[in-house]
């Protein structure tokens, strides 16, 4: 993202609207990465090569609350 991370991203999303469930695709699988995206407010995290039905499951996921 050319302004901002993805983190920053959740960060402002969350702050804004607090209801809101950000599902993260990150690059990097390392476990600081995922901390900060949890931190953030992230509601799940994904890499981003993950696959199509992982996505969707992940997306059902979130919008259930699972």
């Known amino acids: 993202m050319p302004v901002l991370?993805?983190?920053e991203a959740t960060r402002i999303i969350r702050?804004?609207?607090p209801g809101t469930k950000v599902l993260?695709?990150?690059m990097h699988t390392v476990?600081?990465?995922s901390d900060r995206a949890y931190q953030a407010?992230?509601?799940n995290l994904l890499p981003?090569?993950?696959s199509?039905?992982?996505l969707l499951r992940a997306i059902k996921d979130?919008?259930?609350g699972k």
């Open 5 to 7: 991370d993805g983190i």
């Open 15 to 17: 702050s804004k609207f």
């Open 24 to 26: 993260v695709l990150i």
């Open 31 to 33: 476990q600081i990465f």
């Open 41 to 43: 407010g992230a509601y």
């Open 48 to 50: 981003k090569d993950c």
């Open 52 to 54: 199509k039905n992982e």
């Open 62 to 64: 979130c919008s259930l």
